[in-house]
């Protein structure tokens, strides 16, 4: 990442970690670097290079039982430039509430979106500190629009929404589009995924649009989502594969958009069939919806 000033250097592969590997990396003040966080092992997967050695490790682990989760990463954030595309241009949508942000990559949410329409705000959050020392690059707004970096946890909605740096930048009387791109897996069933989800969405007007996606188990044997279940119990990340039905259970009221609850490798697809990934390798579900 050229735009940002934190590299971690990157070690062996699915190695031990060793206290020196720890210390070998430059750890900004306040951050865990012996507990593995979704953003870094993300970022690793996609080829980044800001990530402790234990997210590897842990990225790792769960390869050993789904092989071809970098694919579903990349998968994931192509449709996340095509969905962005989408609502910034076809839908008219202003105004971005990106949850779950990720570290900055090629294609942030403001970039994709101001290319199309430079006044496009945007608010992002997420709960990793390593990316709010990357803040800065999310924030490089086109002078007619604007962006705010918020740090909270989805998991505390009514914080979020109540945000001054949120109200200042989104008009929440006007469509806003919410995105949930890879993040509410990490919501535990424990942790009230759909209450959050309905506090979310009861705090946009009509006409908003909600954007999820989602990791699957619909593709898997019993056995392979026992393996799959016990690799991220290892990983460290809790992590919540859902099926289909329990995927369209958040989107009771809601109006589907075509083509509806789909694989992100079938979600307007920019290139043709033939070299598309299969929808099993990636395993990745998504849909897009308006609030009547
Ligand atoms: C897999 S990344 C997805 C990044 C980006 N949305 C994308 O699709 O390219 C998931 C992101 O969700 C964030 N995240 C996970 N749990 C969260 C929580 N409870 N609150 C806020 N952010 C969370 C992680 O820190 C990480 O940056």
């Given at each position: 990442m050229g735009c940002c000033d934190l590299h971690f250097r990157r070690g062996s592969r699915g190695g031990r970690r060793s206290e020196a590997a720890v210390e070998s990396e430059r750890v900004p003040p306040g951050i865990d670097p012996t507990k593995a966080h979704p953003s870094r092992r993300y970022n690793y997967w996609l080829g980044?290079?800001?990530?402790f050695a234990v997210d590897r490790e842990s990225a790792e682990m769960v390869a050993s039982a789904f092989p071809t989760v970098g694919l579903a990463a990349r998968e994931n954030r192509a449709f996340l430039k095509r969905v962005v595309g989408y609502l910034a241009g076809e839908a008219g949508i202003g105004q971005f509430l990106d949850?779950?942000?990720?570290?900055?990559?090629?294609?942030?949410v403001h970039e994709v979106a101001q290319a199309i329409e430079p006044t496009s705000r945007i608010v992002y959050v997420d709960n990793d500190q390593v990316v709010l020392v990357h803040a800065r690059a999310l924030l490089t707004s086109a002078p007619e629009g604007r962006t705010a970096y918020i740090e909270a946890d989805l998991r505390d909605p009514d914080r979020i929404l109540a945000d001054p740096d949120l109200r200042r930048t989104l008009d929440m009387t006007r469509p806003v589009a919410l995105m949930l791109v890879a993040t509410m897996h990490f919501i535990v069933d424990e942790d009230d995924p759909y209450g959050i989800f309905a506090r979310l969405v009861s705090a946009l007007p009509s006409g908003s649009h909600v954007v999820m996606t989602h990791a699957t188990?619909?593709?898997?044997t019993p056995e392979q989502y026992a393996v799959s279940e016990e690799a991220n119990k290892r990983s460290g990340v809790p992590f919540r594969l859902r099926g289909s039905d329990e995927f369209a259970r958040?989107?009771?009221g809601l109006e589907l958009l075509p083509p509806g609850i789909t694989s992100v490798v079938e979600w307007r697809p920019d290139v043709p069939e033939a070299d598309r990934p299969s929808i099993e390798d990636v395993s990745m579900l998504c849909a897009v919806a308006r609030v009547p």
């Amino acid at each position: 990442m050229g735009c940002c000033d934190l590299h971690f250097r990157r070690g062996s592969r699915g190695g031990r970690r060793s206290e020196a590997a720890v210390e070998s990396e430059r750890v900004p003040p306040g951050i865990d670097p012996t507990k593995a966080h979704p953003s870094r092992r993300y970022n690793y997967w996609l080829g980044g290079k800001d990530n402790f050695a234990v997210d590897r490790e842990s990225a790792e682990m769960v390869a050993s039982a789904f092989p071809t989760v970098g694919l579903a990463a990349r998968e994931n954030r192509a449709f996340l430039k095509r969905v962005v595309g989408y609502l910034a241009g076809e839908a008219g949508i202003g105004q971005f509430l990106d949850i779950g942000t990720g570290l900055p990559s090629a294609g942030n949410v403001h970039e994709v979106a101001q290319a199309i329409e430079p006044t496009s705000r945007i608010v992002y959050v997420d709960n990793d500190q390593v990316v709010l020392v990357h803040a800065r690059a999310l924030l490089t707004s086109a002078p007619e629009g604007r962006t705010a970096y918020i740090e909270a946890d989805l998991r505390d909605p009514d914080r979020i929404l109540a945000d001054p740096d949120l109200r200042r930048t989104l008009d929440m009387t006007r469509p806003v589009a919410l995105m949930l791109v890879a993040t509410m897996h990490f919501i535990v069933d424990e942790d009230d995924p759909y209450g959050i989800f309905a506090r979310l969405v009861s705090a946009l007007p009509s006409g908003s649009h909600v954007v999820m996606t989602h990791a699957t188990s619909d593709h898997l044997t019993p056995e392979q989502y026992a393996v799959s279940e016990e690799a991220n119990k290892r990983s460290g990340v809790p992590f919540r594969l859902r099926g289909s039905d329990e995927f369209a259970r958040f989107f009771g009221g809601l109006e589907l958009l075509p083509p509806g609850i789909t694989s992100v490798v079938e979600w307007r697809p920019d290139v043709p069939e033939a070299d598309r990934p299969s929808i099993e390798d990636v395993s990745m579900l998504c849909a897009v919806a308006r609030v009547p």
